[in-house]
């Protein structure tokens, strides 16, 4: 099961650093990060249906991270929380919160790993399945093995780690559906599920089992935007030709 990690330290300076003090972490596998440079931005992702199962939230010199954390909350009740300060002034606050921790700077990457691991072992985010009716009958898929979909006027494809699927449905609903859980709508005939994007490169994207399937340039820019965001420290895209 993927873990998603919203990293919104001060600045961005203090993202790059959160990034490597976690990088051991990353390593043990299935944790993806995302960074953000202000709440306001990660509340515009909310605000689309966004969720992560663990957010690092700056807390702000005069407090006001802590009006944002409230607002996550009450968007998402299940997230983990932790809070980042320059000192303890708003620990006491910051648990009213529901803070799960509370980092007072400068911490290390030690004392990050801890409190991230920690807070991941509380986790209690549900595994999600993508459920449709096939000629099989009823067919359950975790979302971390869906490659992709594909549609052929109303018959969808479905390609998974271990086997296809066919059945009936609109890619569009499928796109909104599954937004939230890490997919992108990339063309009008597709949805990918961005976890399994390897690179971006003019109008095409490939994906882990080696796979090509067309971004077109309508979504071009939101989709790499997207995948510099899960791995921001990776050159995986080429912008369309002009």
Known sequence: MIRYIALCGRDRQENSQMLRGLAPLKKRGGLEFVCFESSRTLLDEYARGRRFDLILLDVGDDGAGLSAAIQLHRLHPA???ILLAGSDRWAIPGYRTR??????RPFSGALLQEEVWQALTHCETPDFYYSFTSEEG???????????????????TLVGESASYQFSGQISQIAQQMEPFGFARTHKSYVVNLLHVENLFREVLTLANGSQVPCSRMHHQEVARRIRDRQ??????APPRS
Not at 99 to 104: E, K, M, Q, S
Not at 138 to 156: A, M, P
Not at 232 to 237: Q, R, V
Request: glycine letters at 2%; a negative charge; proline letters at 3%.
């Open 79 to 81: 997230m983990s929380l």
């Open 138 to 156: 009823t067919v359950q898929i975790k979302h971390s093995e869906i490659y992709y979909f594909e549609s052929d006027v109303r018959r969808i």
């Open 99 to 104: 803070a799960c921790g509370y980092l007072v």
């Open 232 to 237: 921001p420290s990776t050159e995986l895209w």
